[in-house]
């Protein structure tokens, strides 16, 4: 199922249905159904450089490249266009430049296939002139959110944030960020009178304007929410590190930024970082993958985690010539914030993760990423990080759905894979409310 969304779009890119490119980034293969949202394959998590998660505000040396993930990208698309003109270019694309998502041109997002059932009978209820002013397609929205608050980065139209309203219920609250007027404009118009349809007391979104980058001008407090999403649009941003900062920073111990994005294969030259249409298209602003695992890992997110990868191929000669060799995906990452938890490396302590399908629409199995599938009640033995992620010691957002047993008190070394079955562990007791053990 594939399934590629992109919020700003790309000119002259065309999402391959082929897999056979994937090789270019890493070597694995695919050993499950393909699904892509600006989307997603899983990180390989390998590390020489320590256990203990680092600390967001102290920059962490590393022996597997640049100890500041900021100056691993050299020079910084903010050092090419400048920091401003970059704003005031995304600002005029989105907001005065498009009228609707009929005027973006070829892109990585139009050959994307249906999101999720579920959040497909969703859709009907948004409001069409959010739909037709939403820029790219699919949506990598996280399910089981009931009652959790979510913010949304570079929420353009507000589709993501109506869909998430409806996802995280009357108990739950939404705030879409975008620095583009025209866009809040939109997205404010129908928040009243959809939230009263859905059975809203009071709403349970809003909107509001400023940058991703700084979130703390726009009144976002520190660990104020649960949930962080993104649909294509941190790589418009001039400062990427500060984007990922910030969202650690907002977010509370055990919630998540899960999020889509383009990234390369290699750091780009300056003439396909300088290009205007390609930045605004999504192009320019794509990151070395191997650049933002560092970035995420020296911010706090110390194991980034891929849920599904798509290769984008670029037809067009004139955008071919900018961009050389440089191959381009989609990917949907998964961030999670858990402090003391969180390894550079998957460590095994014998710890196993039953799974209780209590999540609308995964209701027979969940998967955390491209590695790690479980299948309601079955044991699955995991690793240290895997279980801080689930809800070990019932941190995560997720921990009212999994059961996790076991703790560190034994270790037994690195853990030879992510998941697989606990053929020794006993057969689930009935899920209890709450959480895991």
């Not at 700003?8 to 890119?13: A, D, F, M």
């Not at 008190?409 to 998941?419: A, D, K, P």
């Amino acid at each position: 199922m594939l399934n590629v969304s992109c919020r700003s779009g790309c000119l002259g890119v065309n999402t391959l249905r082929s897999h056979s490119r994937r090789a270019s980034l890493k070597p694995s293969t695919l050993n499950r159904n393909f699904r892509m949202s600006c989307s997603a394959k899983e990180a390989k998590k390998t590390s020489c450089c320590g256990p203990k998660e680092p600390v967001p505000e102290k920059k962490a040396s590393s022996c597997c490249g640049p100890s500041n993930g900021a100056k691993a990208e050299k020079p910084s698309a903010a050092s090419v266009l400048g920091d401003a003109k970059t704003y005031d270019l995304v600002q005029d694309y989105y907001g005065k430049v498009l009228s609707t998502s009929k005027d973006l041109k070829t892109s990585a997002c139009t050959a994307a296939g249906a999101p999720h059932p579920y959040l497909k009978a969703l859709m009907k209820s948004v409001p069409k002139e959010i739909m037709s002013k939403f820029y790219g397609c699919g949506a990598p929205l996280p399910l089981g959110i009931t009652g959790l608050r979510v913010l949304d980065l570079g929420s353009g139209s507000g589709r993501d944030c109506y869909l998430s309203a409806l996802l995280v219920g009357e108990k739950g609250f939404v705030t879409g960020l975008d620095m583009t007027d025209e866009q809040l404009d939109v997205s404010k118009k129908y928040v009243d009178e959809f939230c009263t349809n859905a059975g809203y007391g009071k709403p349970n979104m809003k909107f509001i304007k400023g940058h991703m980058e700084y979130l703390d001008k726009a009144g976002v407090e520190d660990e104020s929410v649960d949930i962080v999403i993104s649909n294509c649009v941190v790589n418009l941003s001039p400062d990427k590190p500060r984007v990922l900062s910030e969202a650690y920073r907002v977010l509370a111990p055990g919630g998540e930024f899960y999020f889509s994005d383009v990234y390369a294969d290699r750091r780009l030259p300056e003439e396909a970082r300088k290009n205007e249409v390609l930045w605004g298209e999504c192009v320019s602003g794509a990151l070395y993958v191997e650049d933002f695992k560092r970035i995420a890992r020296e911010v706090g997110f110390s194991d980034p985690r891929e849920l599904s990868q798509g290769p984008i191929e670029i037809h067009d000669p004139d955008l071919l010539a900018v961009t050389g060799e440089a191959k381009f995906y989609s990917i949907t990452y998964r961030l999670f914030k858990a402090p003391g938890l969180l390894e550079l490396t998957n460590e095994d302590y014998g710890q196993y993760a039953i799974y209780k399908g209590t999540i609308k629409g995964h209701e027979n199995a969940y998967e955390l990423d491209e590695n790690n599938r479980f299948v309601k009640g079955k044991p699955a033995l995991v690793s240290g990080n895997t279980a801080a992620m689930l809800g070990e010691n019932n941190v995560s957002w997720l921990s009212p759905h999994f059961q996790v047993v076991g703790d560190r008190s034994v270790h037994y070394g690195l853990m030879e894979s992510q998941t697989r079955p606990a053929a020794s562990a006993p057969s689930a007791p009935p899920a209890a409310s709450g959480g895991c053990c």
